[in-house]
């Protein structure tokens, strides 16, 4: 069992930062991935981005590349999203989530149902 708690949550005006964290209990997470999915109101959860634990391989959605980062902290057991420039767009509800084991890539890692722990969320509201 893993065990998922996400931080960060705030209110930020278009074009500020903001930085989530996933903290991780229960297991090491060598050999998997760490993901960030979003929920924005009325939408589908959608891929944000992933981070592969050991080697530190990073994907991102189309829609934040060059904009926010994904990192992890391996003593901590924690992983990071940078959020930069961020737009209206981005509001929603934050998700961290941990994969199964496997062969990732861009397509593996931006389906939700290839992911066995999630947070509760964290909300995050881009507005003026």
């Known amino acids: 069992q893993v065990q998922l708690v996400e931080s960060g949550a705030g209110l930020v005006q278009p074009g500020g930062s903001l930085t989530l964290s996933c903290a991780a209990s229960?297991?090491?997470?060598?050999?998997?991935?760490m993901g960030w999915f979003r929920r924005a109101p009325g939408k589908e959860r959608e891929f944000v981005a992933t981070?592969?634990?050991?080697?530190?391989?990073?994907y991102y959605a189309d829609s934040v590349k060059g904009r926010f980062t994904i990192s992890r902290d391996r003593a901590k057991n924690t992983a990071y999203l940078r959020m930069d420039s961020l737009e209206p767009e981005d509001t929603a509800v934050y998700y961290c989530?941990?994969?199964?084991?496997?062969?990732?890539?861009?397509?593996?890692?931006?389906?939700?149902?290839?992911?066995?722990?999630w947070g509760q969320g964290t909300q995050v509201t881009v507005s003026s």
């Open positions: 229960g297991r090491t997470l060598d050999g998997y991935a």
């Open positions: 981070i592969t634990w050991g080697v530190g391989i990073t």
């Open positions: 989530a941990v994969s199964g084991r496997g062969v990732y890539d861009k397509v593996v890692v931006a389906k939700p149902e290839n992911y066995n722990y």
